[in-house]
């Protein structure tokens, strides 16, 4: 419908793990983009984690509970251990909110998009 106004051009993924499809004005005027989450899910190629302003990681957007870095940051470990245990943390999530997205999903409790800068 957009296109039927004003021309469209579908535009390539600027990096991996990019949750936005893009479509360029074909005057060159600018570009929209559709986060289609629901439709679409991409919890499998996400490559995004937030971390909240009292040190906790949270490795999806809908999460229920993060992983305290403060503490890790805090305990004297050197930034190998530190990195490393962060990497263990993204190895091992399981998020997956936007592809099991139910009833069930719907009742749980998660946290603010604004605390975590959703």
């Known amino acids: 419908m957009i296109n039927a106004e004003m021309p469209i051009i579908e535009v390539e993924s600027s990096y991996t793990g990019e949750v936005a499809q893009r479509w360029a004005y074909a005057d ?4 929209i983009g559709v986060i289609s989450s629901v439709t679409q899910a991409f919890c499998s190629t996400c490559t995004r984690a937030r971390l909240s302003t009292d040190g906790k990681l949270y490795t999806c957007l809908f999460a229920q509970s993060g992983h305290d870095l403060r503490a890790l940051v805090n305990s004297g470990k050197s930034d190998e ?3 490393g ?3 263990l943390i993204w190895n091992q999530r399981e998020d997956q909110y936007s592809e ?3 009833e069930e999903t719907v009742r749980t409790k998660k946290v603010e998009m604004s605390y975590i800068g959703g």
């Open 28 to 31: 060159g005027s600018g570009e």
């Open 81 to 83: 251990q530190i990195a």
């Open 85 to 87: 245990a962060i990497g």
């Open 100 to 102: 099991i997205r139910s």
